[in-house]
C-alpha cells in the first residue's frame, strides 16, 4: 500500500502527478488556506505532510497527525511556519525548497525594484484610464536604475542572484551578511562587504534577502529609514516581518525615503492602509515564486523529500533538523 500523505494546496499538475504516482494523496478540496481545525484533521493519519508557508506546523499538528508521522516537507524555502524544535523533538523530518527559487525571486525584486523607480503601475493605470493626452517632458518622471547603488540586505543564494541582476546595469553593489562572502564571489559581481548603517546611508535601492528568525523580525524599522537617503527605495520579497510596517507608512508619509516595492506583508494577506493609498508603493500578493516552471520545481523538491523518507528510508536531502539523525 502507498504511504499516505496530506498535501494542504493543490499545486501545478506536473507536481501533483509526481505525488499522485508515488503516494495516496488526500488534498484540501477548496482553493483557499485551511483553517486551523480542518488542518489538524487533514493531518490526522498522514504519514507525510506537503504544508504551504501560510500553514503553521508545530506540535499540536504533529499530535494530531499521529505517531505515524515521518516527514513534514515544506512547500517554500522559507520555513518560519515550522516550529523546528517540536518536529526535533519528535524525531520528524523536516524539509524545505531551496536553489529551485532563487532566480524566480531575483527576477520578481528586480521587477518590483524597476517599476517602483520607473513609477511603471501608476503610469500603466493613466495610460488604461484614457489619460494619456500625448507626451510631456514631466509625465511620470521617475529615478534612474543604471549607475546607482544597490544595498543588498542578506548575501545568501537570492541575495547573490540580485547583484548578478544588477551588474547588468551598471548599479554599484553594497551588501550585508553575518559574514563577508569569499574574495572571487564579491570580485565576480563587484559587490562590497559593509555594516548596516553604511549601506542604510549610501544605497538608492535596499533589498530585503535575510530569513525571518526572532534577530531579523523588524530588522528595518523607523531608526532605519531615517538614515536612509530621501529618495532611497525599499525592496522587500523576504518576509512581511522583516519590515515594521507601521514605521515604513510614518517613513513614507513624512517623505524620509521615496517608495517601497513589496511582495510581503507583516500581517499577510493583510495590507496596512495606508501603503495602498501611496503612488510611491508597488504591492503585490506574495508571487516572488510565481512562475509555473519554478512552482513545478517546488512540488518536485517537496516531493523527493517524502519519497526519500516514505519509500527509500533514507535521510531527505533538503533536511533542515538534521540533529534527528543524531
Ligand atoms: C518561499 O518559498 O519561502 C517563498 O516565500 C514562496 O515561494
Request: proline share 6%; aromatic share 6%.
Amino acid at each position: 500500500m502507498k504511504p499516505a500523505i496530506f498535501v494542504t494546496r493543490r499545486l501545478p499538475e506536473g507536481a501533483m502527478r509526481v505525488l499522485e504516482e508515488n503516494f495516496n494523496v488526500t488534498c484540501n478540496p477548496h482553493d483557499r488556506v485551511l483553517s486551523r481545525e480542518e488542518l489538524l484533521a487533514g493531518a490526522k493519519g498522514a504519514d507525510g505532510l506537503l504544508p504551504l508557508l501560510t500553514d503553521r506546523i508545530d506540535g499540536e499538528v504533529l499530535e494530531a497527525a499521529g505517531p505515524q508521522l515521518k516527514i513534514v516537507a515544506n512547500y517554500a524555502v522559507g520555513f518560519n511556519n515550522f516550529d523546528l524544535a517540536a518536529g526535533t523533538a519528535r524525531k520528524i523530518p523536516m524539509t524545505n525548497t531551496p536553489g529551485v527559487l532563487t532566480d524566480t525571486t531575483a527576477d520578481l525584486a528586480m521587477a518590483l525594484l524597476l517599476a517602483v523607480a520607473r513609477r511603471v503601475v501608476p503610469a500603466d493605470v493613466y495610460a488604461r484610464a484614457g489619460k494619456y493626452q500625448g507626451w510631456a517632458p514631466l509625465l511620470f518622471v521617475g529615478s534612474d536604475v543604471h549607475h546607482k547603488t544597490l544595498g543588498i540586505m542578506g548575501f545568501g543564494r537570492i541575495g547573490y542572484a540580485m547583484a548578478r541582476r544588477a551588474a547588468g546595469f551598471d548599479m554599484r553593489v553594497l551588501y550585508t551578511d553575518a559574514q563577508p562572502a569569499k574574495p572571487e564571489i564579491e570580485r565576480e559581481v563587484n559587490a562590497k562587504f559593509v555594516d548596516k548603517d553604511t549601506l542604510l546611508k549610501e544605497a538608492d535601492f535596499i533589498t530585503l534577502h535575510v530569513p525571518l528568525t526572532p534577530e531579523t523580525r523588524h530588522y528595518l524599522k523607523a531608526r532605519d529609514f531615517a538614515l536612509m537617503k530621501p529618495e532611497a527605495y525599499v525592496i522587500n520579497t523576504a518576509r512581511g516581518e522583516v519590515i515594521n510596517e507601521q514605521d515604513l507608512a510614518d517613513a513614507l508619509k513624512a517623505g524620509q525615503i521615496g517608495g517601497a516595492a513589496l511582495d510581503v506583508f507583516e500581517h499577510e494577506p493583510k495590507i496596512h492602509p495606508d501603503l495602498l493609498g501611496m503612488e510611491n508603493v508597488v504591492v503585490l500578493p506574495h508571487i516572488a515564486s510565481a512562475s509555473i516552471e519554478t512552482r513545478t520545481k517546488m512540488g518536485l523538491i517537496s516531493a523527493e523529500n517524502l519519497i526519500a523518507v516514505l519509500l527509500r528510508g533514507q535521510r531527505p536531502p533538503n533536511l533542515l533538523n538534521p540533529e534527528i539523525y543524531g
